[in-house]
């Protein structure tokens, strides 16, 4: 509640708009990353973990040498199992909100409207999500923050869009266009079922590190594409029409104002002409 204060009166107030100006930048994301990556935040490790409730023996690399090593933990092998064809899978652990494109604008319930086009700054990329489907995945920091391919893919090189760096929070959404005034990553991949697939990391509040770990290649299921360092964070996922057949429940969550708790792997939909 007291976060939810905080953010109200960054949001909301003249006041806290002229201290939100600093905490979007980038610099002041660069000083708190670095602090992070030192062992004087260690001492945060402990209370992080406990608050939380994450199992740390779920994990590798415990004890954590700084609170960043714990912040983009890598869970051990097993605990993601990959949902087999023909089903769509997560990313990511995330609460997923599902959002149809009518024709190149996204449009949010009470949250701000957006364009592929301006998301990714690349109007014929767009162009192929015409009356599409966008999946937001909205990370929390108690998420597991590294994410992995949904499909075998050749992908494209990252693509890096520089912004700001507002929190992903639904109270920061419903004043400003987030995700096409954060820093984001896309990439565009050729995937083996799903058609041409768009993935967009967006950074947020003291969120500026995307780190993905492959150029321009191929790529597996399953396999990890990258992690954000500290903060919540969002993936997007921009899927042509009728490639991906997803569940109306879905849809009609997210109209209702609800976020649907996803795990990474775990069956999401399911990929037009690929059942079995």
């Given at each position: 509640m007291a976060n939810e204060r905080m953010l109200y009166f960054l949001?909301?107030?003249?006041?806290?708009?002229?201290?939100?100006?600093p905490l979007c930048s980038r610099g002041v994301?660069?000083?708190?990353?670095?602090?992070?990556?030192?062992?004087?935040?260690k001492p945060l490790v402990a209370p992080f973990l406990r608050k939380n409730g994450i199992a740390v023996a779920d994990f590798e690399g415990a004890p954590f040498a700084n609170f960043n090593a714990c912040f983009s933990r890598k869970i051990r092998d097993g605990l993601r199992p990959i949902a087999p064809?023909?089903?769509?899978?997560?990313?990511?652990?995330?609460?997923?909100?599902?959002?149809?494109?009518?024709?190149?604008t996204v449009i949010p319930v009470k949250q701000s409207r957006f364009t592929v086009s301006a998301l990714l700054g690349n109007d014929p990329v767009a162009a192929r999500y015409a009356d599409g489907v966008c999946l937001v995945f909205r990370l929390c920091v108690q998420h597991y923050h590294r994410y992995h391919y949904v499909d075998d893919a050749k992908k494209g090189e990252n693509v890096f869009i520089k912004g700001k760096l507002h929190t992903v929070r639904p109270i920061a959404l419903r004043e400003v266009p987030?995700?096409?005034e954060n820093c984001r990553e896309y990439t565009v991949m050729d995937t083996a079922h799903c058609g041409t697939v768009t993935q967009v990391e967006v950074g947020a509040l003291l969120v500026g590190k995307i780190c993905n770990r492959d150029g321009a290649g191929d790529?597996?299921?399953g396999a990890e594409k990258g992690m954000f360092l500290y903060g919540g964070s969002t993936v997007?996922?921009?899927?042509?029409?009728?490639?991906?057949r997803l569940p109306e429940t879905l849809f009609a969550a997210t109209a209702d104002g609800k976020e649907t708790p996803v795990r990474l792997g775990e069956a999401i939909g399911e990929i037009e002409g690929e059942a079995t």
């Open positions: 949001y909301h107030t003249a006041a806290g708009r002229i201290l939100l100006r994301s660069r000083l708190c990353g670095a602090f992070l990556n030192t062992r004087l935040s064809l023909p089903a769509f899978v997560a990313p990511c652990d995330a609460l997923l909100s599902a959002y149809h494109i009518a024709g190149d987030v995700f096409v790529v597996k299921r997007i996922l921009l899927l042509e029409k009728g490639r991906v």
